[in-house]
């Protein structure tokens, strides 16, 4: 995003605190400095916003130079995924409580902003999944995922029997409480809770991580990105797929779900010196040590 980037569209996490300060001020910034800003639909509207251009998705996608999100990485994960098919370039800035990919502190919206539209920024490409399932032949639902597509189990069932093929290849039956299939976004994500690797973001892979696995040598395992995963139920009740946590369906015995990487990227622009390592130790609190004291204890 430089300033020849007119047309900006932004979109907030408009349940949290402080957030219509905060993007009506970034708002006002942008349209001093000459800019058109755009509102994503569901922002205006939970935000009671007037006065401003207000566009769906769909058509910001078509008109905009960029778009700026203020919220969490879950306000993030949802417009990448709408936003992915235009190539819109995503700014985060964070609002939440992590920020792995809403990157920017609120206390430096407008000083980093600033330095950006000097064209100080860096620049990085993310990739998707994308997956059909298929009941009797037949293709009942797709979606697309950011994070993660996970297969689980209900809340109250007991273990799940999956099949997973790779490449038209039986790689094993996993007996589990599910299995997440994660970008290497995703990885610092329910992957890394359930034990999997952390994945650098321009690393072509797929990690693929059982949750609670019956047999411990079912391990977490990376594969290339350009690998089709097949997950077939064989047994259990209650089970569904998900979607960066966002989508679901409902799955049911011998149902299958297909997956590869999306033909879609998402970009990202960081500010100028940004560092995937200062991410991770600054988020997984690398940087802390314990004192001597309770060291020696």
């Known amino acids: 995003m430089t300033s020849s980037a007119k047309t900006i569209a932004l979109v907030g996490k408009y349940n949290a605190p402080g957030i219509t300060e905060s ?95 000097d064209g100080k920024y860096v620049s990085e490409k993310r990739s998707l999944l994308q997956a059909i399932v298929v009941r009797d032949g037949n293709q009942i639902f797709s979606g697309m995922a950011f994070n993660d597509i996970v297969v689980s189990r209900g809340a109250g069932s007991g273990m799940v029997e999956l099949s997973v093929n790779v490449d038209n290849h039986f790689m094993y039956n996993q007996r589990s409480d599910g299995l997440i299939v994660s970008t290497p976004t995703g990885s610092t994500a329910y992957a890394l809770s359930a034990g999997g690797p952390l994945l650098h973001p321009n690393l072509s892979g797929i990690v693929m991580v059982p949750i609670a696995p019956h047999a411990l040598s079912n391990r977490p395992i990376v594969l290339p990105d350009s690998s089709e995963i097949c997950i077939e139920i064989v047994a259990g009740r209650d089970i569904s797929v998900n979607f960066d946590m966002q989508s679901f369906a409902s799955l049911l015995y011998q149902d299958r779900i297909i997956i590869n990487r999306s033909s879609h990227t998402v970009t990202f622009l960081h500010p100028e010196g940004w560092n995937y390592y200062d991410t991770l130790r600054e988020k997984l609190h690398w940087n802390e040590y314990p004192s001597v004291e309770g060291a020696l204890r």
Not at 74 to 97: E, F, K, S
């Open 23 to 117: 993007i009506l001020e970034l708002a006002e910034f942008l349209e001093l400095a000459g800019h058109t800003v755009i509102f994503e639909s569901e922002t205006a509207l939970n935000m009671e916003l007037q006065g401003f251009n207000v566009m769906a998705v769909p058509d910001i996608g078509k008109c905009a130079d960029a778009a700026i999100v203020v919220g969490g990485d879950g306000t993030m994960l949802g417009i990448a995924r709408q936003l992915a098919p235009y190539d819109v370039p995503l700014i985060g800035i964070n609002q939440g409580r992590l920020g792995f990919i809403t990157d920017i502190p609120l206390d430096r919206m407008i000083p980093s902003i600033t330095e950006m539209l």
